[in-house]
């Protein structure tokens, strides 16, 4: 029976219900063949942030979506858009109410394709240089490679848009690293390196002793 086996005897159904609304660019003029992924999340004590049910639909001629039916009581609602000529990504969640009424305006802004140059000191195109662009300091999942071609130049295709973090890693020259602000439209990058010097140092133990073999 399910006492024995420690499961409650009844179960409590969740209301059901439809959310849809329209995607629009920065004009206000509708996306079609947006992708529209939403991860609904329960906010009830016993199964609070596990999501319930994700869901992916695409929006029509019109920018208008519309999903099957998902939960809508005792929830949190998480919306990703993703479009191939435009910056996808994590968006603002409008209320829930507007959600269910198919009221609700997603805007999903152009961004950019972050370009640029790598130059030495003399101005001179800097080849097979490593650069990586994520998302903070400290994103390992999302992060982004490539190496510049032997004018210099590099670019990361996929539209981007807001804060990054790009570090770039010569092997002549410093590392640097620094935060980029992506928006619509913005100019190419120019880079330009510095001679690095040598940071030297030893490993010692609580004691003051000196410590082999260690892996800075």
């Known amino acids: 029976s399910s006492q024995k086996r420690g499961l409650p005897e009844t179960a409590t159904l969740l209301r059901a219900g439809s959310y849809g609304g329209v995607v629009q660019n920065e004009a206000g003029g ?12 329960a906010k009830t004590p016993m199964w609070f942030g596990r999501p319930y049910r994700a869901v992916t639909v695409q929006t029509d001629v019109n920018g208008r979506w519309r999903t099957p ?35 609700a305006v997603l805007t999903i802004v152009a961004g950019s394709c972050l ?21 903070s300091e400290y994103d390992d999942m999302g992060k982004k490679e490539l190496t510049t ?18 570090s770039v890693i010569p092997k002549a020259f410093a590392p640097v690293g620094f935060p ?3 928006s619509t439209g913005m100019d190419d990058l120019t880079i330009r390196l510095r001679p690095g010097q040598p940071l030297r140092g030893r490993v010692v133990d609580c004691e003051g002793q000196p410590v082999p ?3 800075v």
């Open 30 to 41: 509708p996306v079609s063949r947006a992708t529209v992924s939403l991860v609904v999340y």
């Open 69 to 103: 039916l998902l939960p809508v009581e005792g929830v949190s609602v998480q919306v990703v858009l993703k479009h191939p000529d435009y910056a996808g990504g994590r968006v603002a969640t409008p209320p829930v109410a507007k959600l269910r009424t198919g009221q």
């Open 115 to 135: 370009r640029g140059r790598v130059i030495d000191p003399d101005g001179k195109p800097v080849p097979n240089v490593r650069l990586v662009l994520a998302d």
């Open 149 to 166: 071609g032997a004018d210099g130049r590099f670019a990361f295709e996929e539209r981007i848009f807001g804060r990054k973090v790009l």
């Open 180 to 182: 980029v602000r992506v």
């Open 213 to 215: 073999d260690v892996t």
